[in-house]
């Protein structure tokens, strides 16, 4: 009898926690990728988190870090303007709607909390909410091409400020484009060529003086 109970706890023990594991909360942090000109300011993309387990997770703080190696991109604000998804925070943000928490650079820092003390937003399983539109600069020289930066620091906590572990990241990429003269300017730039072209040939025929 004795063992059969002990069997039955193990047993019960052993659902309970394929129940706990089955109903984890993966957490995946994602930054858009987007496209812009060599010498151009302005420019942005968003950074978002997903709940890809099958169970609702707590959220009431996140920090996230953007990195690049390349020094032809400067990383300049961060906000809550979300454009693709609702901000996480959306009516109960803390620092925004300006959320940047480092100066311009490769390297650049965001944060928000949940304003109302012990609250939070609850991400249920599925779901997708912004943390942030990322702004930055291209340097004139950028060389055309792709350019890569990760989300590798970055950190997220309940209403509590307990940590809850982020699965993964997944990074974008900035498609660097060079930039096309408009077609007035290749315009004036032939006209000019011609007429210098002209006045060499004039000054070429004209008979020398005696």
């Known amino acids: 009898m004795l063992n059969t109970r002990r069997t039955i706890a193990i047993l019960s023990t052993a659902i309970s926690m ?12 994602s ?14 993309f968003e950074v978002d988190i997903t709940n890809t387990g099958s169970s609702a997770v707590q959220i009431g703080g996140f920090v996230f870090e953007i990195t ?26 803390f620092f925004g709607p300006d959320i940047s928490a480092s100066g311009s650079g490769q390297t650049f820092d965001a944060t928000d909390i949940a304003s109302t003390p012990s609250s939070y937003t609850t991400l249920v399983a599925g779901e ?7 702004f930055f600069d291209l340097a004139s020289g950028a060389s055309s091409g792709t350019v890569s930066f990760n989300l590798d620091n970055s950190s997220l906590s309940d209403g509590d400020g307990n940590p809850i572990s982020i699965d993964s990241t997944n990074s974008g990429l900035i498609t660097v484009s060079s930039v096309t003269p408009e077609p007035t300017s290749l315009l004036l730039a032939a006209t000019g060529a011609l007429a210098l072209f002209g006045t060499s040939r004039r000054r070429l025929r004209q008979p020398a003086r005696t």
């Open 18 to 29: 394929a129940c706990v594991l089955s109903a984890h909360a993966d957490i995946i942090f």
């Open 31 to 44: 930054a858009a990728s987007t496209t812009a000109s060599a010498g151009s300011t302005g420019n942005s």
């Open 68 to 93: 690049t190696a390349n020094s032809a991109v400067t990383f300049t604000d961060a906000t809550t303007s979300t454009t693709t998804y609702d901000y996480i925070f959306d009516g109960n943000s």
């Open 128 to 134: 997708t909410l912004g943390l942030g539109e990322i």
